[in-house]
């Protein structure tokens, strides 16, 4: 079964770039790696997605290594309503939709 | 409706009793899902549909836990004899498809119904 990790937590000041990584050691071969965001009492909406080096929409970007084993979400210039929890979500070699535990963003004034 | 709907947003059951969860998705989304999420944890994939069939039922955590889907519409989640420990919020989410060439459809997430055991 596939493992997504991410840090439980991050702070950050408004202004700032963002970097939050998840290990995916058993991403299936074809599949993509996408990440969310959840705001409290909301369900998750989604942010990007991306297969292999870099993808950049108007809200993040995302890079990914060859390896695929990771990926790290960017936030540039974060606000205080990015404060939020981020997952990844990846399907392993089972077919198995894994979320990350989530890491929980607070950014500062 | 604009987005995915669920029903009831709260549910306080005592423990033994069946409980079901109702998840109306977008209309013309093929695919379904239900996740749970216990308090200040991540999200536990339960199972998905596509059309009305479920091709994995090994993400509910037990047998007590089924899930349908007919008409490729609305879909309802049974937690037959409730424990304390099904407590959580369980969301319902649909996407256009499940993927295509890998390329996971973007999952559109109701608003949750949160479910207490006595």
């Known amino acids: 079964l596939a493992k997504t990790t991410q840090p439980i937590s991050m702070d950050s000041y408004e202004g700032q770039e963002v970097n939050i990584t998840c290990s995916h050691n058993?991403?299936?071969?074809?599949?993509?790696i996408t990440w969310y965001q959840q705001f409290p009492s909301q369900g998750p909406r989604f942010i990007i997605q991306?297969?292999?080096t870099k993808v950049t929409n108007e809200v993040a970007s995302l890079f990914i290594p060859a390896d695929r084993k990771s990926s790290t979400l960017s936030l540039p210039r974060v606000s205080l309503s990015d404060t939020a929890v981020y997952y990844c979500?990846?399907?392993?070699?089972?077919?198995?939709?894994?979320f990350g535990q989530g890491t929980e963003l607070s950014v500062k004034p | 409706g604009a987005g995915v709907s669920q029903s009831p947003s709260n549910k306080v059951t005592e423990k033994g009793k069946d409980v079901e969860l109702r998840c109306d998705p977008i209309?013309?989304?093929?695919?379904l899902y239900w996740y749970r999420q216990s308090l200040g944890q991540g999200l536990e994939f339960l199972i998905y549909?596509?059309?009305?069939?479920?091709?994995?039922k090994s993400g509910l955590p037990s047998d007590r836990f089924s899930a349908e889907r007919t008409g490729g519409s609305v879909s309802t989640l049974t937690i037959q004899r409730t424990q304390q420990e099904d407590s959580a919020v369980y969301l319902c989410?649909?996407?256009?498809?499940?993927?295509?060439?890998?390329?996971?459809?973007?999952?559109?997430f109701g608003p949750g119904t949160r479910l207490t055991v006595l």
């Open positions: 989410a649909s996407s256009l498809r499940v993927s295509s060439s890998g390329r996971r459809d973007e999952q559109f």
């Open positions: 058993n991403i299936a071969t074809n599949d993509y």
């Open positions: 991306g297969y292999k």
């Open positions: 979500l990846v399907g392993d070699r089972g077919g198995k939709l894994i």
């Open positions: 209309s013309g989304h093929t695919a």
């Open positions: 549909f596509q059309g009305n069939s479920a091709p994995d």
